[in-house]
């Protein structure tokens, strides 16, 4: 570094002494051969600015090419380069040309990085220049021509430098203050070069008028030119993020023809007072025609902007507002500051819309959907909004309606979508689920606003939960939830947005009633909510090994002796404690975490029947099969991997299936069955009794046990038909080769009554509650102990 400042300043030094000139030429010319070489080695090896910078190169080239045959021409001093500029005037001429080229590179630029460029910005350069022109011509050149006693083209040569310099200064400027003052160092570069070559020609035109004395401006122009071509190189090389901006239409862009107009009529104003020569008169006239121009450009872009606006707020299937536009209007009518001391909102979701699109195609969907729009608009008084969210979803928004008024509304627009309707051959009925809510809300205080700016809803009125891994938060009644779509400054207002939400929550209320018009339920929006917290809490605690398996017995009725073990999952919550299945497990299989969690029970059922067979314990190990998972293909596959890893045999792992999940869908079921009975495995009929109950699979599906179902066990002792059930149904388990256990047992008289029905296994609290998989083993030898001491099967066992 120190090494070279030396050389650096030895160079400024010997340039200094006079005879600089030689030096000054050869270095400059060396710096434009550096700078093609760059453009050649940088922006021509990525295809992101290309255009661009052989733009800005063509444009520096013919700036600078006839600057170094001009330098060469003169001896660096100021008569010198005067000589040689008006020796040369056509190609000093040429050499303004080039900023022509550097002004349509920062055109590009813009264009490149600018979503929206208007026609009338770049328009707004050339209408600067014309002006900036007439007003040389009436008050610089001849000035400057008889103070250098250059010709008409030496003249124009010299002036024009600054002229056009001061056009790319500014626009550069422009870019800066549109794209950002810190957005992109390689604009920045572009406006510090263009503010050294302002500076250089500014400072040319003085030194060649005799305002500016002595050699040492000459050398200052020389540096600033250097400094031009160092600044682009460097912009070139340059691959960081590229900023973006827009262009928008305001009065704001009207401020340039605006100044235009004012010096053009200013100096035909003083043409009239002082004859001006006679091209500063062509060019203000020129002036106020490109304000013409700029006017009716400006008209145009905002006709296109207003269309293009209205196209973006407007469905293109039915013409109806889309959810843009009805979440402004909602924005309006809600909320702090809202024009409405009430409002309503309905969301109204197709019923069996889907099977339209499959059975009659998408043309019949689009039919229907505009069908839909026609209908509800029918029913709606003419201050409300009716908007379609997307797919078959619509929305209306009621603007002065509490929910009494709504539901009505709703309830007529029901009716009106009942009718029976027509598209083209096909005749149909559809239905729909319709939620509503209303503002004011009920339970909304001021306070939630303070929320936007973190995104977050206070709900109250859930049990204690525990964050725990970027979940929910702990020992507080009041929790946070996330409202998606509300952002800090967000112009959808978090009061509107909750509205929203209501009737979202009252739609699906709705749907899952099986149609029909549903108000907005608090108890239940917050039962839905506490659910969803806890599916998120189950996703983690899957993750982070919080379920694990409790064990029941099932016991030979006849001999007493312990055959298998049902594995039942249990969920340790750190905060709520153990929680069992009916907390969690439907919830689990509506939101999809039920072929995960199977897999864990699988997993741990396997590896304890494995640890119980080497203590001597060769029980049988019963899972419970869902309805997803009897459907995954996978699913062999997984079993045969789980199985093989833990080391169990896999005729001692029995599948437990209910009869609702095999009739979902018979054939797959039955063909994923199979598949399993090809691995070792056995199949149990589970919940026997309370399905479909066909026997037709029972004929086609190799079972090896039907379990009868606790509720049959719960009346024996007082009905005796059923009685009769339960015997019929072991013997055709009997006749079938299936073995017959029965769930639900309690008391030692109910085990006796199913011993003389000629049951074969049972299971229930009178013989154990489920128990952990490290209790297991010591329970099945005191078992043992009571069984060989008491030598009958009925008798019960010590519950845990």
Known sequence: MTRAAVTVLALLVALTCGAWHGAAWLIYVACVLAFAVTVAVGPLRWRRDRAVWVGIAVGVLLLSVPQAVLMMSGDGSHAGSLQALGDRAQLAVAGVCGYV?????????????????????????????????????????????????????GTVALVGRPMLGLLLFSVALAMCSILGWRSERAVTLMAVAFGLLLVGDGV?????????????????????????????????????????????????????PLAMLLFSGLLLGADRLHQLPAPTTVLALAGLAGVGVKVCMVFGEVLRLGDSHDQALTDELTQLPNRRAFNLALAAEAGPGSRSAKVAVMLIDLDRFKEVNDSYGHAYGDALLKEVAVRVAQRLPAEAVLARLGGDEFAVLLPGMGLQEAEFAATEVLQQLGRPLRLGSVSMKIGASIGVASWPLDGWSDDADLSASTGHVPVSGFTSQERRGGLWSAESADLQVPVSGVEQGSWLGVGAEELLRRADVAMYSAKRAGGGVARYDAAADERARAEQVLMR???????????????????????????????????????????????????????????????????????????????GWPVRISVNLAACCLLDPELPSLVEQIVAEAGLDPALLVLEITETTLMQDPDRSRETINRLLDLGAAVSIDDYGTGYSSLAYLQDLPASELKLD??????????????????????????????????????????????????DESQGYYHARPMPAGEVSAWLQRAEMDRATNSTAAAPVAEL
């Open 537 to 615: 809490e189950l996703d983690f605690g899957l993750g982070a090994g919080e379920l694990m398996n409790h064990y029941q017995p099932q016991v030979d009725i006849r001999t007493g002796h312990v055959t298998g073990m049902e594995a039942l999952v249990r969920w340790q919550h750190p905060v709520r404690g153990l929680l069992g299945p009916g907390v969690f497990l439907e919830l689990a299989e509506e939101n999809g975490f039920m072929g995960a969690l199977t897999i864990t029970v699988l997993r741990h059922a396997t590896a304890d029947a494995v640890a119980w067979h080497r203590a």
């Open 710 to 759: 606790r509720s049959f066990t719960q009346r024996l002792s007082s009905d005796p038909r059923t009685g009769q059930i339960i015997k019929s149904t072991t013997d055709l388990a009997h006749s079938l080769g299936l073995r017959m256990l029965v769930e639900g047992v309690e008391d030692p008289a109910t085990l006796q009554l199913l011993r003389e029905l000629g049951v």
């Open 204 to 256: 040319n035109v003085l030194w060649m008028c005799g305002v500016l004395v002595g050699s040492w401006w000459g050398l200052a122009i020389w540096l600033a030119h250097l400094g031009v071509l160092g600044a682009l190189g460097v912009a070139a090389l340059d691959r960081g993020r590229r900023s973006s901006g827009r262009v928008q239409v305001a009065w704001s862009s009207m401020a340039s």
């Open 101 to 153: 080229g550097l002004y349509v590179g920062q055109i590009m630029v813009l264009r490149q990085r600018v979503r929206e460029l208007l026609p009338s910005v770049w328009f707004d350069g050339v209408h600067s220049t014309t002006v900036l022109a007439a007003l040389c011509a009436a008050w610089v050149v001849a000035p400057v021509r008889s103070a250098t006693g250059l010709g008409t083209l």
